[in-house]
């Protein structure tokens, strides 16, 4: 029979199962810290008041989804929340809480937000303010521009980098492409380079075609790119002509000619409209009728921006600059657009009284 032995002490094991034990109060004091109705992944109850007071201490935004039983659009919705591979990323910086009609624990979340029409998706801010919603039918486009949007405003607060000269440059070709004088010109005064004035396409002696003939020749043009060529063509020597109104309507014809949507088109006139201030609400409106065909085009969006804050329509222009930050990062010119619209939404509020939601 063997004696019994004392096991040898080794500190490397002790040392691991103090880093274990650790860990694992770690791990319970976070699980302490958010509601049960509030977990990482997935969905929780009908407590949007615990959710909201941890939206307030950890600063996270809040997505609050409306649902109910044997509702088959709602399972759909949720099933895209939590299993498609580009929006389920997306709802990850959210504190998610479900609300089901019919629990007697949502009533009070419900009466305050009075729901017409299921599935409702609500954002709401840290400080538990509506940001957006949507009820009933519920775009795929709709719903990753308000996830990306709502999550990059209330992200940790970092000093936004000034934009070396390469990028600013970057964005510089980007505005002459798009026909973005305006922001180019603003842009080349940032960067001490020389204007440049408007470009026309033919020599000034040239004559320029009746507006009658316009829609015959797009017709001989050919394919939609030698339209949209010929279109922008046309409304540059228009504009450097003094005659911009002409120039417009020359890129509104040839939008009718084409398919589909052309945001780059539509981004032309919206900068051009902008530019002499003319069809400014027609032109808004065709432009928020083009994001319905092309959500992520960055052109398009600029466009919006410029004319809704001709339009006096700050919000407006905050969102679409917003979404083009979204959609293109690095883009430096959009960076500055946005910084500059965010501070004209803040005073804007300060001069109300009002609490800002940015």
């Known amino acids: 029979m063997k004696s019994w032995r004392a096991p040898r002490w080794r500190p490397e094991r002790t040392l691991a199962l103090l880093l274990g034990a650790a860990g694992l109060i770690l791990a319970t004091a976070r699980m302490a810290s958010e509601p049960q109705s509030v977990v990482p992944l997935g969905w929780a109850g009908a407590d949007l008041g615990d959710a909201r007071r941890v939206a307030w201490e ?3 935004p809040i997505l609050v989804l409306v649902t109910k039983p044997e509702c088959a659009p709602c399972e759909a919705l949720e099933r895209l929340l939590l299993e498609d591979d580009e929006i389920a990323p997306l709802c990850e910086p959210f ?3 479900r609300l089901d009609v019919g629990d007697p624990r949502a009533a009070t979340a419900l009466a305050e937000f ?6 409702v998706i609500l954002l709401l801010g840290p400080a538990g303010r ?9 775009e795929r486009a709709w719903l990753v521009e308000e996830l990306l949007i709502v999550a990059r405003r209330h992200a940790p607060a970092q000093d936004p980098p000034q934009p070396d000269p390469a990028a600013l440059r970057a964005s510089l070709i980007h505005l002459e492409d798009w026909g973005d004088v305006r922001g180019a010109l603003r842009l080349r005064e ?3 380079e020389p204007q440049q004035a408007v470009a026309a396409t033919r020599s000034p002696n040239a004559p320029l075609p009746d507006e009658s003939t316009f829609a015959a020749r797009f017709e001989a043009a050919g394919g939609p790119d030698a339209i949209v060529r010929l279109a922008s063509e046309l409304a540059m020597a228009f504009e450097a002509a003094g005659q911009p109104a002409t120039g417009l309507h020359a890129l509104q014809i040839a939008a009718g000619r084409l398919p589909e949507t052309n945001a780059l088109l539509e981004a032309r006139a919206g900068f051009l409209a902008e530019r002499h201030d003319i069809e400014l609400e027609a032109t808004r409106v065709r432009l928020l009728q083009a994001r319905l065909s092309e959500p992520r085009s960055v052109p398009l969006l600029l466009a919006l921006a410029r004319v809704a804050e001709a339009r006096e329509r700050l ?4 969102h679409a600059l917003e979404a083009a930050a979204a959609y293109e990062p690095s883009d430096a010119w959009t960076a500055l657009e946005l910084q500059r619209v965010r501070l004209l939404v803040r005073l804007r509020l300060k001069d ?4 800002t939601p940015l």
Do not use: D
């Not at 009075?114 to 599935?119: D, F, G, H, I, Y």
């Not at 509506?130 to 519920?138: K, L, V």
């Not at 919000?315 to 905050?318: N, R, V, W």
């Not at 109300?352 to 609490?355: I, Q």
């Open 58 to 60: 950890s600063g996270r």
């Open 95 to 97: 504190l998610r809480v």
């Open 114 to 119: 009075r729901p017409t029409e299921l599935p």
């Open 130 to 138: 509506e940001a957006t919603r949507r009820e009933g039918r519920i």
């Open 190 to 192: 940032r960067l001490a």
């Open 315 to 318: 919000y407006q222009a905050l």
């Open 352 to 355: 109300r009284g009002a609490p």
